[in-house]
Each structure stands twice: as structure tokens, then as C-alpha cells.
């Protein structure tokens, strides 16, 4: 090789290690910027404060509310927080023995289950508490209490489930100084606030297999029967359930019913030989004119009932045919969710741990067009919904020749 050769291959050889040492030199500042930005962000998970939050559930049972529970904890637990389970109502957080520190064992494998694993209890309104001393009943405001108490324990909010009744209270003790974060429940599906609210599909689909299995029934006797369901003053599951189990008459609150037009839809169909009829009612219908039927319960307080009784006599008065009446009662709560609820469960119990991470309080959160939001809680309790006369599910069971008791 040439002198020349050999000085043209060094200077290549110079020029490449040039080449290559100028290609590490900004990647080493890049790889230690990137460093420092993955310390700075575990840096920043570290500092992040941890929550405290409380968990109750309140008024009637529901299915869906383990769920909803689930959702709680796990999100709760996920982001490091520490969740506590108040036990059977507000008035538990004053008793040491009812609140419990909750982690995922506590809600493994209860999604499906119904009830709740905190118990409720729909007479805990702190603000009317009731006593009893030496045989008889005081009523106690219990509130300023439980303000004290939560401070004290240094919770950062109160996740409430509960229908209306439960979270009007939330309100009252927001007004105290409770954060509260409300999760719509109830079967009635009466909070205006959200488009459906938990445990009312559960309790549609008992109610229509209830229906279903009545059917047999009544035609095998040539009967008349009267389903009596729940709702308080609102009659969506009695309109639901009732399309979907294919009754002949439905009475909802709603529509005031004349029991006369009741007897004559009964009379055209045993004179197109169809023997036997369902009728379902709300148990917040009640006739034209007329009060909504109540029973007496053993505390003394009124509760809605009656109605199918009333309307079973007086079918049997005016048309003759053998009725009789049912009440569902409180199948409608049990059993375990269906698959719609306990996805709403737990959306609403992911979408309530949430609302606290970016500092929402006192606010529900609600359905809204196939998406989960969250309204202020003194909104949510502001109006009860009923059913609407002109609702397309209304005017859709006219069609099929169902009534209303008001034609």
C-alpha cells in the first residue's frame, strides 16, 4: 500500500470516529434529562396526599348497592386512599364498632350479591332521631354530632347512597359542613336529577316474572288478578313491568283511574272470550277524586298500600268475575342485580371516586345521554320525576290497547 493510500484510510478512520462520537455525545444529556423527568414524576406520585373518605348507604335496600360499594373501595384503594364503611345509616359514625377500615378483601365477589354489606336502615334521619327510653319514643337532633364526629375522625368526604329521602339529608348535612358526594338509588327511579337510577332494573325484571308466572294463573281459573307494585308516588315500574308482562290494565299515580272504566275493559274481554285479565297497579294509584291508599305500620307511620285490595272487590262488585289480589312487596328489593345495574353500579361508584380526586363536593353523580355527570346535590333533590303523560312508552302501551283506567 501506498503512503498516500495509507494516509487517505486514517483520515477516514478519523473522520468516522468523529462521526460516531458526535452522535453519543447528545444522547447521554437526553438520557439524563429523561431521568430526571421519571424521578421528578415519582417524586410528584409520592407527595401526592392521600384521602380519607366515609362510605354509607341509607333507606331502603337495593340491588346494586354492593356494587357500588365495590367501586368505591377498589377506586379508593387503587389511588392509595383509605376508605371506611360507615354501618347501617349516618348514625353509625357516632359508634366506634360501626365504622370499619375497608380494604379489597372486604368487597371481593359482591358485585352480584343484593343488599348491602353495610346495612341501611330508612329510619337514621339524624335530624329526627328517634329515642327510646324506658318504653317510649323521643325525637332527638343527633346532626351536630355527626358534623363533630366526622371532622374529628378527619374524613375528607361522605360518599352517600341513598334515594331521595337519603340524600335531602346529605344536603341538610352538607349545609353542616360535610362534603358529600351522592350516588342515585332507588327502584322507584323517581330523582329527576339522572335518567335511571340503580336497582330499578332489577326490580322491572322481578316485577315482569312475577307478571309472567300470573298469567298461568288467571287462565287456567278464569280469573281476574290485581299485581300490587312498588314506586311510592311515581309509576315507572308499574308502567314498565306492566308493558313488558303484557297486562291489560295499568294504574299508575300519574293517572288518576275511574274504576268504572277499570270494569269495562274487564267486560270486553271475557265478550271476545278472552277469560281472564291482569291488571297491575302502582302502589301510589288512586281513583279519580280520591286519596292515595295507606296502611298503617307497626311503629304507627303510614305507608303506601291498598290499592290492588280496592280494586279486586270492586271488580268482583261490579263484573262478577272471580279477582283476586297480590302484592309483591318486597321481592322487588331482593335478589341479586341484573347485569344493567351492576354496570351502573359501578360506574356511579368509580365516577363518585373521582368526583372527589378533582374536588368536586356535594354534588350527585347521574346518568345523563349514555354518559356519567355529576349535578349539584341541592339540584338533584330539588324535583321528584314522574312519569310524563305525553312519554312515548305511555302512549306506546295505548296503542297496544292497554288501560289507563281514565277512558
Not at 359514625?93 to 380494604?103: T, V
Not at 330508612?122 to 351536630?144: A, H, L, M, Y
Not at 356511579?348 to 368536586?360: L, M, S, T
Amino acid at each position: 500500500m501506498s503512503i498516500h493510500s495509507a494516509s487517505i484510510l486514517a483520515e477516514i478512520f478519523r473522520s468516522g470516529k468523529r462521526l460516531f462520537l458526535s452522535f453519543l455525545r447528545p444522547q447521554f444529556p437526553y438520557a439524563s434529562i429523561q431521568v430526571m423527568a421519571i424521578q421528578k414524576t415519582e417524586t410528584k406520585k409520592i407527595k401526592r396526599n392521600p384521602k380519607r373518605i366515609a362510605l354509607v348507604t341509607g333507606g331502603g335496600d337495593c340491588p346494586g348497592l354492593n356494587a357500588v360499594i365495590r367501586a368505591v373501595v377498589k377506586g379508593a384503594l387503587n389511588r392509595g386512599w383509605e376508605v371506611y364503611g360507615i354501618e347501617r345509616g349516618f348514625e353509625g359514625i357516632l359508634h366506634k364498632n360501626r365504622i370499619r377500615k375497608m380494604d379489597n378483601g372486604d368487597v371481593r365477589g359482591i358485585a352480584h350479591l343484593g343488599g348491602t354489606i353495610l346495612g341501611t336502615t330508612n329510619r337514621g334521619n339524624p335530624f329526627q332521631f328517634i329515642v327510646e327510653k324506658n318504653g317510649k319514643q323521643t325525637i332527638v337532633d343527633i346532626s351536630k354530632k355527626i358534623a363533630a364526629k366526622f371532622r374529628q375522625l378527619e374524613f375528607d368526604a361522605l360518599v352517600t347512597i341513598g334515594g331521595d329521602g337519603t340524600l335531602k339529608i346529605a344536603q341538610q348535612l352538607a349545609e353542616l359542613g360535610i362534603p358529600i358526594i351522592g350516588v342515585p338509588k332507588t327502584i322507584d327511579n323517581d330523582l329527576a336529577a339522572t335518567e335511571v337510577s340503580f336497582g330499578f332494573n332489577t326490580a322491572v325484571t322481578t316485577a315482569t316474572d312475577a307478571i309472567d308466572k300470573l298469567h298461568a294463573t288467571a287462565e287456567s281459573h278464569e280469573r281476574v288478578m290485581v299485581v300490587e307494585l312498588m314506586g311510592h308516588y311515581s309509576g315507572w315500574i308499574a308502567l314498565y313491568a306492566g308493558i313488558a308482562g303484557g297486562a291489560d290494565v295499568i294504574l299508575i299515580p300519574e293517572i288518576p283511574f275511574s274504576i268504572e272504566s277499570v270494569a269495562r275493559k274487564i267486560q270486553n274481554r271475557w265478550r271476545r272470550q278472552r277469560r281472564f285479565a291482569i291488571i297491575v297497579a302502582a302502589e301510589g294509584a288512586r281513583p279519580v277524586g280520591g286519596k292515595h291508599f295507606k296502611k298503617l305500620r307497626e311503629t304507627g307511620h303510614e305507608r303506601l298500600g291498598g290499592v290492588a285490595e280496592f280494586v279486586a272487590r270492586e271488580i268482583h262488585h261490579l263484573t262478577g268475575r272471580e279477582t283476586r289480589s297480590f302484592v309483591l312487596g318486597h321481592l322487588q328489593r331482593g335478589g341479586q342485580p341484573t347485569t344493567s345495574d351492576r354496570l351502573l353500579s359501578t360506574r356511579f361508584g368509580a365516577a363518585a371516586v373521582r368526583a372527589i380526586e378533582e374536588g368536586a363536593k356535594n354534588v350527585m353523580v347521574a346518568l345523563r345521554s349514555s354518559k356519567i355527570i355529576t349535578v349539584p346535590l341541592e339540584e338533584a333533590i330539588k324535583e321528584t320525576k314522574f312519569v310524563p303523560l305525553d312519554s312515548d312508552i305511555l302512549l306506546s302501551a295505548r296503542d297496544l290497547g292497554i288501560s289507563f283506567g281514565d277512558k
